[in-house]
């Protein structure tokens, strides 16, 4: 769910989003809760996807010719699979709409969608506070559902084209999983969107718990 980078001039939603943001922020910190930025530049992001996201996917291809061998011709439409991939895009953001609107008070009112093009990079804003388990749910579901399930029937009917699919979209993931590393050693507090950097900022609380926090940010 990454955002346009912070040198870039805001567009008048992006400036909606960062006064919600400052709104909630504020509500937090003035209830005692200490702040944690795990936010970045996409650029940065792209970059660490790139490394740490390129080797797993070798690995799983290595995989799938282990398993199924290589004397094989991949048959379908070039074209065609250039349109998947351009549909899975979209349905790769929509995920995490739907799944932020799950959790969010105000549903799919909360989510914003943009794209940003001095980076390519589409993205997906939640404007409501969640939990570390519902943010972690929200970005690591399209990776899951477009990247590995396909992968995996791929693998299991030696189907390469479903599998590359998988792969591709694995690969794609990478920023997402550079968020989930983000956040992989907390365990309680809130989580903001950040409005217009990639990645979010974590509140920790006093002595309260997810849904004490929650429950008063809706008051």
Known sequence: ????????????????????????????????????????????????????????????????????????????????????????????????????????????????????????????HCAEALSVAQYALVIVLPTLLLGFLPYLIGLAFSLLPIALYGLLFIFMGGGDAYILWLIRKERQGVILDHPFLGGCVIFHPQHQDDQSMLAMLEE
Request: proline share 3%; charged share 20%; net charge positive.
């Open 1 to 124: 769910m990454g955002k346009p980078k912070k040198e870039k001039k805001l567009t008048p939603r992006q400036m909606k989003q960062l006064q919600n943001f400052n709104t909630l922020r504020k509500k937090l910190l003035e209830k005692g809760y200490t702040e944690k930025k795990l936010s970045f530049d996409l650029v940065k992001a792209n970059s660490v996807a790139f490394i740490s996201t390129l080797p797993i996917v070798l690995v799983l291809l290595v995989l799938y010719i282990v398993v199924n061998g290589v004397d094989q011709t991949a048959s379908g439409s070039g074209f065609m699979f250039i349109i998947m991939v351009l549909v899975g895009i979209v349905i790769h953001e929509l995920i995490h709409g739907a799944v932020g609107a799950v959790f969010a008070k105000n549903k799919w009112q909360s989510i914003h969608f943009g794209f940003d093009w001095a980076t390519f990079t589409p993205y997906c």
